[in-house]
């Protein structure tokens, strides 16, 4: 089954505990990015990535890191985690040229920073 | 910087009734413009996509038409099903050369009841 994975799904964590969120596709895309979403804002994209070793800011890249040293793979990272990053996080995929083809998402990561 | 609105926030219909949603975005110049539905723990999922030259997309009970140069598109549901409940996000992809950050509209909360 096509798809994109994320885990964990559910995190509670604390200020300043390094953390990571893996995401996952099968559908052989080069494109992946990351959005969060945040109740009156709508989703936001963090990064984005066209291929492997490619990576870019989106609107909101502060505080967050990415790395594609795989095509399937593209993990968030948190280094330093702060409460105003409590968030829904989604990983989503496509084809090369991102949203100007359909995307697939994630089910998303629901993330509380204490 | 691009705005995208979704009226209402919120909507509540019998079921069996024709409904419309709506997304206005301030910049015209687009590349395209995606509807996807929302489902609880479930993430996103891609409905339609037009792109700036097409008019209307078409997918079962799904419609959705563009009017690229008054900055409106709407999606337009016939006979809706209380499996139709769900959260409607609009996207809209900046028509320049190196845009692949899509802005996202807060949504429409669809409630279909039996």
């Known amino acids: 089954e096509a798809q994109v994975t994320q885990n964990p799904r559910y995190l509670i964590t604390v200020t300043g505990k390094k953390l990571t969120v893996t995401c996952s596709q099968n559908?052989?895309?080069?494109?992946m990015s990351w959005y969060r979403q945040d109740p009156g804002l709508g989703l936001r994209q963090i990064y984005y990535?066209?291929?492997?070793?490619?990576?870019d800011k989106g609107d909101v890249p502060e505080g967050y890191k990415v790395s594609r040293k795989e095509k399937r793979n593209f993990p968030l990272i948190l280094e330093s985690p702060s409460p105003n990053q409590t968030s829904l996080y989604f990983c989503a995929s496509s084809f090369a040229g991102g949203p100007r083809y359909t995307q697939y998402f994630g089910p998303g990561t629901r993330l509380t920073v204490l | 910087k691009q705005e995208v609105t979704q009226i209402p926030a919120a909507l509540s219909v019998p079921e069996g009734e024709n409904l419309v949603l709506n997304c206005s975005f301030t910049?015209?110049?687009?590349?395209?413009l995606q509807w996807f539905r929302q489902d609880p723990g479930k993430g996103l999922t891609s409905l339609l996509l037009?792109?700036?030259?097409?008019r209307e997309q078409t997918s079962g009970r799904l419609n959705a038409s563009l009017d690229k140069s008054s900055g409106r598109s709407t999606l337009y549901i016939a006979a809706s099903q209380p499996g139709d409940s769900a959260t409607y996000l609009c996207a809209v992809l900046h028509a320049s050369g190196g845009s692949y950050i899509p802005t996202f509209g807060r949504g429409t909360s669809l409630i279909v009841h039996p």
């Open positions: 990535s066209m291929n492997v070793e490619v990576t």
């Open positions: 559908m052989n895309h080069e494109y």
């Open positions: 037009i792109q700036s030259s097409q």
């Open positions: 910049d015209s110049a687009i590349y395209n």
